[in-house]
């Protein structure tokens, strides 16, 4: 699950309540609903032993077992199918298990509030004390640390590039709206000025002739 890359059957595997007695094979031995088929999106995810062989008889199917009344996964089932590398693993009756979700667990005091204070790992999303240099105690703490590392990863390329691009806009608008201004403030200024009144050309007037004097 690293990347951000969920597959959509996860969330389903982790809401599903197991362990329930089947509807259809009240009278059977096995019938305990603690198998997933991965292939399937039912809302009834939860199925038994003889659900399985009628209806998900080609499907993957994983089984889903008990630790002190917690939900565990063996890790030879879900290592093909799901990246679990940040996730801490547990040996329980000589398998290798991984839990699906977060444990309760009593916070500032008591035997658990003293092992994650002197632990060297936690879990990164609850804080429970880890036996190894993992990220998470379970799936579920672990798709929690993958929703919030995709929410704070928001791309900042793409805010950049739309901002440059309103700049452009603005720009482009504030100069064609100064031509506008600049046009329209020419066009005032001459509508302002008056032609100016033809010039009047006069001859001057000759003065009165006279006769030269005699001598």
Known sequence: MKGGTVPRWLELLLATQFFAIC??????????CNLFCIDCEESKAAFCYYCR???HSTHRVIQIRRSSYHDVVRVSELKDVLDIS???TYVINSATVVFLNE??????????A????????????????????????????????IKEDMRT????????????KDDDTDCSNTSGNSGN???????????????????VIRHRRKGIPRRAPFY
């Open 23 to 32: 509807t259809n094979h009240l009278s059977s031995t096995r019938n305990e």
């Open 53 to 55: 062989s009628r209806h």
């Open 86 to 88: 940040d996730v801490q």
């Open 103 to 112: 444990r309760p667990q009593q916070r500032g005091c008591g035997v658990s």
């Open 114 to 145: 003293i092992k994650a204070s002197s632990s060297s790992y936690n879990c990164e999303s609850c804080n429970r004390a880890l036996l190894d240099p993992f990220r998470f105690c379970s799936l579920g703490c672990n798709l929690k640390g």
């Open 153 to 164: 990863s928001f791309p900042t390329r793409d805010i950049i590039d739309y901002s440059r």
């Open 181 to 199: 201004n600049e046009e329209s403030c020419s066009d005032a200024d001459y509508c302002k000025e008056k032609p100016s009144p033809p010039r």
